[in-house]
T-cell receptor, first 112, second 114 residues
Framework: NAGVTQTPKFRVLKTGQSMTLLCAQDMNHEYMYWYRQDPGMGLRLIHYSVGEGTTAKGEVPDGYNVSRLKKQNFLLGLESAAPSQTSVYFC???????????FGPGTRLTVL | GNSVTQMEGPVTLSEEAFLTINCTYTATGYPSLFWYVQYPGEGLQLLLKATKADDKGSNKGFEATYRKETTSFHLEKGSVQVSDSAVYFCALISGYSSASKIIFGSGTRLSIRP
């Protein structure tokens, strides 16, 4: 049982480049989340999904897109990266009917 | 809206000292409360939780009691170790539905000196 995994672990982009972060979970959880973590600000919700084929905006969705084509995967895309998107990105998942979230190890993204 | 406020860090203590990290919350209804821990270079791990008033969550020597009258969920440990050095996040969630989202505090960095 790998839990929640994220790829890549680190990435450096130039302004305007695009990339996709992959989150995968093997716990058959219905709900999945993408957060960003910035110093002194805790975790802020970017987008989330309550099931395959459905996504919704969180607290800070601008500049990001997501897709949930398979239940176990949740992709976060940056179409045109900006320095303000330099952050650590965490994926999490949760089983319906329970309120504990399980987190991945994070992706550290730097946009130059 | 719901919110979580926790004491600012960093907090630096000597090994075997007593630890308190304060957390207060604002929420409608009866939220569940959590403490998550983030060790260097890792993701967040659930440390303990409490789902109703007066519940005490405990794990690895850490404890926190859900106090509805003071809307608090302070984290305590009687004797800290160097291995407890990490960032600690207080969090809450109201409900169990798909619309229920977890709200995090800003985190408190704890450093323990040998």
């Amino acid at each position: 049982n790998a839990g929640v995994t994220q790829t890549p672990k680190f990435r450096v982009l130039k302004t305007g480049q695009s990339m996709t972060l992959l989150c995968a979970q093997d716990m058959n959880h219905e709900y999945m989340y993408w957060y960003r973590q910035d110093p002194g600000m805790g975790l802020r919700l970017i987008h989330y999904s309550v099931g395959e084929g459905t996504t919704a905006k969180g607290e800070v969705p601008d500049g990001y897109n997501v897709s949930r084509l398979k239940k176990q995967n949740f992709l976060l895309g940056l179409e045109s990266a900006a320095p303000s998107q330099t952050s650590v990105y965490f994926c999490a998942s949760r089983l319906a009917g329970y309120n504990e979230q399980f987190f991945g190890p994070g992706t550290r993204l730097t946009v130059l | 809206g719901n919110s979580v406020t926790q004491m600012e860090g960093p907090v630096t203590l000597s090994e075997e000292a007593f630890l308190t990290i304060n957390c207060t919350y604002t929420a409608t209804g009866y939220p569940s409360l959590f403490w998550y821990v983030q060790y260097p270079g890792e993701g967040l791990q659930l440390l303990l939780k409490a789902t109703k008033a007066d519940d005490k969550g405990s794990n690895k020597g850490f404890e926190a009691t859900y106090r509805k009258e003071t809307t608090s969920f302070h984290l305590e440990k009687g004797s800290v170790q160097v291995s407890d050095s990490a960032v600690y996040f207080c969090a809450l969630i109201s409900g169990y539905s798909s619309a229920s989202k977890i709200i995090f505090g800003s985190g408190t960095r704890l450093s323990i000196r040998p």
